[in-house]
């Protein structure tokens, strides 16, 4: 097993492997990378140390240090030049996305346990804590809002430990397939809108106008402007956490309505209090630290990020829990089939449905990462619907769950 002080340099040779074949003159990768964007095999590569033993990513702490210290820090520095106004005309059709993500994975869980439910009455049964549908509640929780939302049900539900297992088995294969498809729709997006009949004029005039923003500070950095950069966005995302370590626990001690909304997540006030730090700032002459380098050392960090969700990703789990994946699978093709379908009524950007449907099946960790993936300015955009996210998922998550049961002791 690779340790993570081994592991980090490994990926950062990952990184430089796709960058270096991506950017050169070689006709194989020219092809290949036609069809493959770089930032899939980014995710992809890591995901084969994890799935034939080179790793064990459930004692690696690369993640949790990546997810804890250096996303909170990509958000800052992202944030620092956004143009705002510009984000704003993004329209309501990110909302409307965004319902219809949450709508569709809590409609989805039920028709997919009714599909399998016809063809394998046992992988949808159970009896007592064992019942299967106990477990995919929870699965709904964290698929439309988060981690504490899919706690938050646990206790509602009581589903047992080797259901609960087995269901995060079902959560990290099938919801990493569906990221690294968005992943992989980020890099084509021209060819989806013109499926979709998309306007995207309002995405791209936010990418040239923030290009060009860029293009116009873009400066040769000093050793104090990479001290400054480095300042700002690790002093932010220490500010969050010293924040939020005392704002859910106090929630959750004081307040069982904001609990309920997920409130007492740190996460969740981690990310949202970076966010509001590096937004606060692109008001001031911080916002300068842009033309230093501030967002392509966020980059830098986002990418690493990229790989160590990879790390998750086991493609051999398919042969562990082959019947619950069906459901899984299942359940994200339900949900995908009415994202495209309300996309393709409103001809809505593919950028909208990516990061409306990851700000629900991935949640704060991974829907700026999807956002960014079409222009690092735009991850901000990821960062709000998650939230929203963390919001109602509790509540649907539980419709989702008795829905599920309804269906089952029919």
Not at 181 to 206: C, H
Not at 345 to 368: D, H
Request: glycine letters at 10%.
């Amino acid at each position: 097993m690779l340790p993570d002080s081994v592991l980090l340099g490994v990926l950062f040779l990952i990184l430089a492997f796709v960058f270096y074949t991506s950017e050169g003159t070689n006709r194989f990768w020219g092809v290949f990378y036609q069809y493959v964007p770089p930032t899939l095999v980014c995710y992809f590569l890591p995901s084969l140390l994890n799935s034939f033993g080179a790793i064990d990513h459930q004692s690696s702490q690369l993640y949790a240090v990546v997810s804890k210290i250096l996303l909170p820090t990509c958000l800052v520095l992202f944030t620092l030049s956004v143009d705002f106004a510009a984000v704003s005309k993004l329209g309501s059709k990110a909302l409307l996305l965004f319902a219809t993500s949450a709508l569709s994975v809590m409609i989805g869980g039920p028709i997919a346990v009714w599909l399998v439910l016809m063809v394998s009455p046992e992988t949808v049964g159970g009896q007592g804590a064992d019942a299967v549908w106990r477990g995919l509640a929870t699965l709904a929780g964290t698929w439309i809002g988060g981690g504490a939302n899919q706690t938050a049900l646990k206790e509602v539900f009581q589903p047992s430990d080797r259901l609960f297992s087995a269901i995060l088995t079902v959560d990290t294969f099938t919801s990493n397939i569906w990221l690294a498809l968005l992943l992989y729709g980020a890099g084509v997006s021209k060819k989806i809108d013109a499926f979709l009949k998309a306007d995207s004029r309002a995405i791209d005039d936010v990418k040239r106008r923030i290009e060009h923003q860029q293009a116009a500070q873009t400066r040769i950095p000093t050793v104090q402007e990479l001290v400054y950069i480095c300042a700002v966005g690790f002093g932010a995302t220490a500010v969050a956490h010293f924040l939020a370590d005392r704002i859910a626990p106090y929630i959750g001690q004081h307040s069982a309505t904001l609990s309920k909304f997920s409130l007492n997540a740190p996460f969740f006030w981690v990310v949202s209090i970076a966010t509001g730090i590096g937004i606060g700032l692109s008001f001031t002459k911080v916002r300068n630290l842009d033309g230093a380098g501030g967002s392509k050392i966020a980059t830098v960090f986002l990418y690493l990020m990229i790989t160590t969700i990879g790390l998750k990703m086991d493609v051999l789990a398919i042969f562990d829990n082959p019947g619950l994946i069906a459901v899984g699978f299942l359940w994200l093709f339900v949900h995908a089939a009415l994202m495209f379908l309300v996309s393709w009524l409103t001809k809505s950007p593919f950028f909208f449905l990516a990061v409306g449907s990851q700000a629900c099946i991935g949640g704060p960790a991974t829907a700026p990462v999807i956002a960014a993936a079409f222009h690092p300015a735009l991850a901000p955009v990821g960062v709000v619907l998650a939230i929203l996210g963390y919001a109602v998922g509790t509540y649907l998550g539980y419709l989702c769950g008795i829905l599920m049961q309804l269906i089952v002791t029919a």
